[in-house]
């Protein structure tokens, strides 16, 4: 009687994206550089992605971008893909990169690991019949499905390379099929424009044009790609102009429903701000974290962990009954007689119940015109709060709502600012981020004195 054999089922165990990422985070000071740190949701997908980018290092070369098991497999490609099936193109293996990094287009700042301009060059889909078997044995054929590249490719593993064993080199090949082109191997390197912002490198070295659409994350406006702030002019006024359609806009969605409370977004202490592009640095005040809702002329104030204060603040209040629907990020502050913030006279003001001359400083927009803001970029964010604050508050004769100014200069410079006027420090705060409520590495605080 023949025996019945079955064959025992493999598991593959994945590994959590956290130990996979320890080295990609080992290389790099995310208070310097703007790459992501893994921490930005990603949409969930039925397909595989994958990410080409362009990379203008020591050496321009490509980095592809696998997406499997929560990270992107990576490689980096010498000399970049080519159609040609006779042409074996060097592919290098780097650690694994967090999903965020797929929406990354910008530049490392000299001295930071990987220094350099940053491109999506092209980006779509990938299948393959056993990723995890092909990369274990060092043969992983897939097809790409994506805006340059399409049909089927190989990786196939080196067996001696010339860096002894510290670094595992592939060989990257195209399969003869009806996306192969003989004899024109650098053909397709010609479309030299990113797939996600259509800019050039020089462009996105300079901070031109509009940031990547997001193919990884969430939706979101895109985030900007310019450099230095001015309330007046440049990406300021752009971005004022930008909310005026964006709130105009917003009246026209579909109504939603206003929280009673949103979870405050909370800072990460680091001795020094970052010193890369992509943040803006705000003046840290010595106060009370407020935020302030108004529904149909309701005024509410609370605080970070949701108390109602707003019986405290009465003239705040009041002035605040001017403003339309909203929820805003701020704090409440006295000032001395210098203009500056008074931490001991804000609670001698509470205790004596005289706080007519407290100062809201608002500092973000998280609910307006019946539309929810903390999706939107920060920058967007700032730029449609200052335009609702100019529109609506009319008298400053009790109480007052300020809003506040950002800084892209160098984050050292601002500190240095803040520190010599004996203000207590900064905030330091991605440009281009959405508002979470949770402690993130979005926001940055550096103070002037250690244990003020």
């Given at each position: 009687?023949?025996?019945?054999?079955?064959?025992?089922k493999?598991?593959?165990?994945?590994?959590?994206?956290?130990?996979?990422?320890?080295?990609?985070?080992?290389?790099?000071?995310?208070?310097?550089?703007?790459?992501?740190?893994?921490?930005?949701?990603?949409?969930?997908?039925?397909?595989?992605?994958?990410?080409?980018?362009?990379?203008?290092?020591?050496?321009?070369?490509?980095?592809?971008?696998?997406?499997?098991?929560?990270?992107?497999?990576?490689?980096?490609v010498?000399?970049?893909?080519?159609?040609?099936?006779?042409?074996?193109?060097?592919?290098?293996?780097?650690e694994?990169?967090?999903?965020?990094?797929?929406?990354?287009?910008?530049?490392?700042?000299?001295?930071?690991?990987?220094?350099?301009?940053?491109?999506?060059?092209?980006?779509?889909?990938?299948?393959?019949?056993?990723?995890?078997?092909?990369?274990k044995?060092?043969?992983?054929?897939?097809?790409?499905?994506g805006?340059?590249?399409?049909?089927?490719?190989?990786?196939?593993?080196?067996?001696?390379?010339?860096?002894?064993?510290?670094?595992?080199?592939?060989?990257?090949?195209k399969?003869?099929d009806?996306?192969?082109?003989?004899?024109?191997?650098?053909?397709?390197?010609?479309?030299?424009?990113s797939?996600?912002?259509?800019?050039?490198?020089d462009?996105?070295?300079?901070?031109?044009?509009?940031?990547?659409?997001?193919?990884?994350?969430?939706?979101?406006?895109?985030?900007?790609a310019s450099?230095?702030?001015?309330?007046?002019?440049?990406?300021?006024?752009?971005?004022?102009?930008?909310?005026?359609?964006?709130?105009?806009?917003a009246?026209?969605?579909?109504?939603?429903?206003?929280?009673?409370?949103?979870?405050?977004?909370?800072?990460?202490?680091?001795?020094?701000?970052p010193?890369?592009?992509?943040?803006?640095?705000?003046?840290?005040?010595?106060?009370?974290?407020?935020q302030?809702?108004?529904?149909?002329?309701?005024?509410s104030?609370?605080?970070r962990k949701?108390?109602?204060?707003?019986?405290?603040?009465?003239?705040?209040?009041?002035?605040?009954?001017?403003?339309?629907?909203?929820?805003?990020?701020?704090?409440?502050?006295?000032?001395?007689?210098?203009?500056?913030?008074d931490?001991?006279?804000?609670?001698?003001?509470?205790?004596?119940?005289?706080?007519?001359?407290?100062?809201?400083?608002?500092?973000?927009?998280?609910?307006?015109?019946?539309?929810?803001?903390?999706?939107?970029?920060?920058?967007d964010?700032?730029?449609?709060?200052?335009?609702?604050?100019?529109?609506?508050?009319?008298?400053?004769?009790?109480?007052?709502?300020?809003?506040?100014e950002?800084f892209?200069?160098?984050?050292?410079?601002?500190?240095?600012?803040?520190?010599?006027?004996?203000?207590?420090?900064?905030?330091?705060?991605?440009?281009?981020?959405?508002?979470?409520?949770?402690?993130?590495m979005?926001?940055i605080?550096?103070?002037?004195?250690?244990?003020?």
């Open positions: 009687m023949a025996r019945k054999i079955t064959k025992k493999t598991t593959i165990k994945k590994k959590p994206a956290k130990k996979q990422l320890a080295k990609y985070r080992a290389k790099r000071d995310f208070e310097v550089t703007a790459e992501p740190a893994g921490t930005t949701a990603v949409k969930a997908s039925k397909r595989r992605r994958f990410v080409i980018q362009k990379h203008d290092a020591t050496r321009l070369h490509y980095d592809l971008r696998l997406e499997l098991d929560g990270v992107f497999k990576s490689w980096a010498t000399r970049g893909p080519s159609l040609d099936p006779a042409d074996k193109r060097l592919a290098v293996e780097v694994d990169h967090p999903l965020d990094y797929g929406d990354f287009e910008g530049t490392i700042p000299k001295g930071q690991y990987g220094g350099g301009t940053v491109m999506i060059w092209d980006r779509g889909y990938w299948t393959s019949d056993d990723p995890e078997r092909g990369l044995k060092g043969d992983l054929k897939f097809t790409l499905d805006d340059k590249l399409r049909g089927e490719w190989v990786l196939v593993r080196m067996r001696h390379d010339r860096t002894g064993g510290k670094r595992t080199n592939w060989l990257l090949i399969h003869r009806d996306a192969a082109r003989d004899g024109k191997a650098n053909d397709i390197l010609e479309q030299k424009d797939v996600a912002s259509g800019r050039s490198m462009a996105i070295a300079a901070g031109r044009g509009k940031g990547p659409k997001p193919f990884m994350t969430a939706k979101r406006a895109r985030a900007p450099a230095e702030w001015d309330s007046n002019k440049g990406i300021a006024a752009k971005a004022r102009t930008s909310a005026k359609r964006s709130l105009a806009k009246k026209t969605m579909k109504a939603e429903v206003m929280p009673e409370f949103i979870g405050p977004q909370l800072c990460t202490a680091r001795e020094r701000p010193s890369g592009t992509g943040w803006g640095h705000e003046i840290k005040f010595d106060g009370y974290r407020i302030l809702r108004v529904s149909d002329g309701e005024v104030l609370r605080t949701g108390l109602d204060w707003t019986a405290k603040f009465p003239a705040i209040a009041v002035t605040a009954k001017e403003l339309p629907d909203c929820i805003i990020d701020g704090e409440v502050v006295a000032l001395d007689g210098k203009g500056a913030p931490f001991a006279g804000l609670q001698a003001a509470l205790s004596d119940d005289d706080t007519d001359q407290l100062i809201f400083f608002a500092f973000d927009l998280l609910f307006a015109a019946g539309h929810d803001w903390r999706d939107q970029p920060l920058t964010r700032k730029a449609a709060l200052a335009e609702l604050l100019e529109n609506s508050i009319k008298s400053t004769a009790r109480g007052d709502i300020r809003y506040v950002h892209e200069t160098g984050g050292d410079a601002v500190l240095r600012s803040a520190c010599r006027m004996s203000l207590e420090g900064i905030i330091s705060k991605r440009l281009d981020a959405p508002y979470r409520s949770e402690r993130t979005d926001w605080k550096s103070k002037c004195r250690a244990g003020h």
